[in-house]
């Protein structure tokens, strides 16, 4: 069983997810999403993995959300869309164990991943 982790290097909050699941003896693949950007399928698999709505991910202290999104109304289409176009807006760290995933922060929701069967 494989853990990936969709990491951003300059995040303090994603530097803690990953260096949790080092102290638990876990090396995950590492993805930087920043550098290497989600295709919509896969997307769509990590919302379906997580259990969320696109716009459940969204970064809202993010100078761009509150400049360009705050406020308005979008569809789960476009929350896709502009989350998939702006990645630096998705939460992280997200943690991925074959068929669920948790959002890394607090680094204690990682547990839930590593508890399951």
Same mark, same amino acid.
């Given at each position: 069983m494989?853990y990936?982790?969709?990491?951003n290097?300059?995040?303090?909050?994603?530097r803690?997810?990953?260096?949790y699941?080092?102290?638990?003896?876990? $090396?995950?693949?590492?993805?930087?999403y920043?550098? /290497?950007?989600?295709?919509k399928? $896969?997307f769509?698999d990590?919302?379906? #993995?997580?259990s969320? #709505?696109p716009g459940?991910?969204?970064?809202?202290? $993010?100078?761009?959300?509150k +400049?360009?999104?705050?406020? #308005?109304?979008?569809?789960?289409? /476009?929350w896709t869309?502009?989350?998939? /176009?702006?990645?630096k807006?998705?939460?992280r760290?997200?943690?991925?164990?074959?068929? #669920?995933?948790?959002?890394?922060d607090?680094? /204690?929701?990682?547990?839930?991943?590593? +508890?399951?069967?």
């Amino acid at each position: 069983m494989s853990y990936i982790i969709f990491h951003n290097p300059r995040c303090k909050k994603s530097r803690a997810g990953l260096a949790y699941l080092q102290t638990k003896g876990i $090396e995950p693949i590492i993805r930087d999403y920043q550098k /290497e950007p989600f295709t919509k399928a $896969e997307f769509k698999d990590l919302l379906m #993995k997580l259990s969320m #709505k696109p716009g459940d991910l969204v970064r809202k202290q $993010e100078d761009d959300y509150k +400049k360009k999104y705050a406020g #308005k109304n979008f569809s789960d289409h /476009e929350w896709t869309l502009i989350l998939l /176009e702006n990645p630096k807006l998705i939460t992280r760290p997200v943690v991925v164990r074959d068929f #669920k995933a948790v959002i890394g922060d607090p680094v /204690e929701n990682i547990d839930r991943l590593l +508890k399951a069967k």
